[in-house]
């Protein structure tokens, strides 16, 4: 009976380890332009935290997508122009989670995003207009 409850205690460790690891991260990018087209709606908040920075008649939102990482655990996201925007999370406090982001032939650097917060990278030109990808950790604290 003894071990039993050890071996829960260690798995309850474990499984509680394993959740401070985790490290969920909702990607989204966009294509913002001088053309017509508006703001998408799934990109609202998005304009909404750009439009006082940057000059754009439209935001357009090509892919959304949910990267589920652990600490030190590369994920990738495909941009429509072939090239590839890599992110490992390296570091996850109560500030946020620091997390490298390499954005091929555009820029690499270590960023922190608190919690359900945007970090926002350019990405540079794409058919008349430029591209934007916003990374937000969406962890359980």
């Known amino acids: 009976m003894i071990l039993w409850v050890a071996g829960a205690s260690a798995a309850n460790e474990d499984s509680q380890n394993a959740k401070d690891d985790r490290v969920p991260v909702n990607v989204m ?3 913002t332009s001088d053309g017509e087209g508006g703001i998408d ?3 609202r908040a998005l304009d909404e935290k750009l439009k006082r920075q940057l000059r754009y008649k439209s935001m ?3 892919r959304e997508e949910r990267v589920d990482l652990r600490l030190n655990e590369v994920g ?3 941009l429509p122009d072939g090239r590839a925007v890599r992110m490992r999370p ?3 406090n109560r500030h946020g ?3 490298a ?3 091929e032939g555009a820029v690499k650097l270590d960023a922190r995003a608190a ?3 945007k970090v926002v990278i350019g990405a540079g030109a794409y058919q008349g207009g430029n591209l934007a990808i916003s990374i937000e950790p969406d962890y359980e604290e």
């Open 29 to 31: 990018v966009v294509h």
């Open 101 to 103: 982001v390499d954005v």
């Open 76 to 78: 990738q996201v495909d």
């Open 60 to 62: 357009r939102v090509i």
């Open 115 to 117: 919690n359900h917060h």
């Open 41 to 43: 709606p799934r990109a």
């Open 97 to 99: 989670v620091l997390i």
């Open 90 to 92: 390296l570091h996850k």
